[in-house]
């Protein structure tokens, strides 16, 4: 088995389609098939089901996934160790932030890295706050970006950068020309969620507890798995939710939706990184970067 068989099968199994996975991996589509045909003869298992002109993982092949994919993270960890050698002249820095932190703070501190490094290459992967922590407990990736606070006793964490939730209607709402909502309002209104584990979602519950509101007492009509999902929601008269004020200030500002003036407590962006891994110079380098400019 070879680190390039276990590349060309992770690509196959997350876009579950021989040719996509090679032109990601710049490769002709015969070689990526004979890769995963030799994995698959030498160790007499079938780790992909072909459907007609599709290719689903097989159970093995789901088991199989994750510990590919922790082999390629040392694999390229200890590539990293040799690259800071070199003086941040090469190497690649994995990693993972919640939704509301790619999409709207992280970018421009990655366009202000690669201006300082451009021969390290960046590679981020989006989740919620939970699959963020677990990409970094499983060496996934370096550097994990999340929403408020991670209870991981394998991992380290530190505030980045504040953000603020706000509750947001569309207009014509009864939560829209609420001076003041309380407890029953809220309990009265359909709500549009984040799913949970999302570090927006576990924020919010929190802040109901705090107001006195169980979570369950709110009629949730729909959990979604993005932001702008959520978004696209309440503009279209679905409820009301709660999100980070980068996400809404261009919708509020257009007027498709109204801010609700209920008190959310300011919440952290905090990076987290694993205690016991190798701690590389680039991921040095881009959280001081990010110190630089919030400083």
Known sequence: M??????????????????RAAESLNLVQSAVSSAVTALEGRHAVKLFHRVGRGIELTEAGRHFLPEARAVLARAEAAEQ?????????????????SQTIAGHWLPRHLVAFRAAYPDIVLRLGIGNTAEAAEAVRTGTAELGFVEGAVEDASLSSHVVAQDRLVLVVPPGHPLAGCPRPGPSDLAASA???????????SAFEAALADAGLAPDRLAVALELPSNEAVLAAVAAGAGASVLSEAVVA?????????????ALPTRTFRALRHKERYRSRAADALLALMGQADG
Not at 191 to 201: D, K
């Open 2 to 19: 070879t680190l390039d068989q276990l590349r060309i099968f992770v690509a196959v199994a997350e876009r579950q389609h021989v040719t």
């Open 81 to 97: 160790v040799l690259a800071d050698l070199s003086g941040l002249r090469r190497g690649t820095l994995a990693l993972r932030a």
């Open 191 to 201: 709500w549009v969620l984040r799913e949970p584990g999302s570090g927006t979602r």
């Open 250 to 262: 261009g919708a509020v500002a257009a007027g498709t939706l109204v801010a609700v003036p209920f």
